[in-house]
């Protein structure tokens, strides 16, 4: 068994000039070690829950697997201070990924899983393929349903969420976690085995917009991005490179549209910001 998402604590508690006893809930973080048929690559610290989602959205968005078919079989292994993730890849993905790290054999300190120079981090991104509309409401009221659905986060104001929401159904999937890069990811591997897709939805994520969650969104087809904060400016630059419709300071009251508005109802190209 996989480690509680959350526990409750004992604290302390100073609110206007009053103190008290209590508790609250806070949410778990665990490393969670990826190997692939026993070769380490990553250590992500994450929440413990749906953990083979997050096995398969990783290898994905990071392109260690190319399709859900690549992916074999995932084992889950608790560990005494963590737990691995060891995914058993098909031969010419394996072969892809043992090249990798052949070429990653040098030492190298970085901060990204798997780079290993400035040009790697800025890969070129695929362009992204949808041009279905989406009314302004639907970008109001996907944000607006945000809240309700985010039971982690109400238990303990301390995670992120990565979700799908599609025009006429609602809410399709969301994933929580403690990384905003993980919830992703974990989003991602949800979907990979359905129907349900993010190419002519709407990505919403609780996290400014980084430029590394437009990279993994890329990776997954997503169109469309509404985050609740703003996006950094590479993050722009990558979102308009890839024909991505980028969206942020989204609230309940209206949005922001920073790269290709043509996809949103009533909002030409030349309105672009």
Not at 5 to 15: E, G, K, W, Y
Not at 23 to 34: L, S, W
Not at 181 to 204: F, R
């Amino acid at each position: 068994m996989t480690a509680a998402a959350s526990h409750r604590v004992h604290r302390r508690q100073f609110r206007a000039g009053i103190e008290s006893l209590g508790a609250r809930g806070v949410p778990e973080e665990t490393p969670i070690a990826f190997t692939y048929r026993g070769c380490s690559y990553a250590v992500m610290m994450a929440t413990p829950t749906d953990l083979e989602d997050f096995a398969i959205g990783f290898s994905l968005t990071e392109g260690v697997a190319a399709s859900r078919e690549e992916i074999e079989e995932i084992a889950v292994r608790p560990q005494d201070d963590g737990i691995v993730l060891d995914i058993g890849l098909a031969d010419a993905a394996m072969d892809r990924f043992w090249n990798r790290r052949r070429l990653l054999a040098g030492p190298s300190g970085c901060g990204l899983c798997g780079i290993e120079s400035i040009a790697q981090a800025l890969r070129p991104v695929a362009h992204v393929r949808g041009d279905r509309l989406l009314a302004q409401s639907d970008i109001v009221e996907a944000v607006a349903a945000l809240p309700r659905h985010q039971s982690l986060n109400r238990e303990t104001r301390a995670v992120h969420a990565a979700a799908l929401w599609q025009s006429g159904r609602g809410m399709v999937a969301l994933r929580e976690d403690v990384g905003r890069h993980n919830a992703l990811d974990k989003l991602v591997g949800a979907l990979a085995g359905s129907s349900a897709g993010l190419q002519d939805n709407i990505l919403l994520l609780t996290s400014r917009i980084s430029v590394e969650l437009v990279q993994k969104a890329c990776a997954a087809g997503a169109t469309t991005i509404a985050g609740v904060s703003a996006p950094t400016a590479l993050a722009i630059r990558i979102a308009d490179a890839a024909g991505m419709t980028l969206i942020g300071v989204a609230r309940d009251d209206g949005f922001e549209v920073f790269t290709h508005p043509a996809r949103i109802a009533s909002l030409p190209e030349s309105d672009a910001a």
